[in-house]
């Protein structure tokens, strides 16, 4: 994987989270790069009723699809009130998205020792058992049990 390219994806997280919020406070936003090497962001807004509440991927997530092109990495990063910005790995919803552009998408999830510092893993890393492979010939490439 090109690693000038990952820290481009997460330079354009950070940024959107300085940009989108200057007034500092708790935010975050999401980045994903494609295979094109295009970078697209997002962030989510806040609702009255949480429930209704988005995940920071969704706005990236549906750009990729939008442009036709297949997501090969995913960043979501959390800048806390004091300024701290911390790795939010991939929810279970985000990772079923995630799981139709193959085992190898990289997500970034937190390292255990230090929660503001990113380790890439493949998709298929984090979700060892994925429900789908018991489905090989529905799966996409790569999803093998
Ligand atoms: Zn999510």
Redesign the pocket.
């Known amino acids: 994987m090109d690693q000038t390219a990952l820290a481009s994806t997460v330079a354009a997280c950070k940024a959107l989270i300085d940009t989108r919020f200057p007034e500092g406070g708790e935010n975050g936003a999401a980045a994903m790069l494609l295979k094109d090497g295009t970078i697209l962001t997002g962030t989510a807004p806040d609702a009255f009723n949480p429930s209704v509440e ?5 706005e990236p997530y549906c750009g990729a699809h939008r442009l036709d092109q297949h997501i090969v990495a995913s960043v ?1 990063l959390h800048r806390e009130s004091g300024g701290r910005t911390v790795v939010l790995s ?5 990772r079923e ?1 995630l799981a139709v552009h193959g085992p190898d998408v990289l997500v970034a999830v937190a390292d255990r020792e230090d929660s503001t510092t990113i380790v890439w893993k493949p998709l298929k890393h984090v979700l060892p058992d994925y429900w789908m492979t018991v489905f090989p010939d529905e799966m996409a490439s790569g999803w093998t049990a």
Not at 54 to 58: A, F, M, S, W, Y
Not at 90 to 94: A, D, E, K, S, T
């Open positions: 988005v995940c920071h991927e969704i979501c991939p929810c279970g919803v985000c998205r």
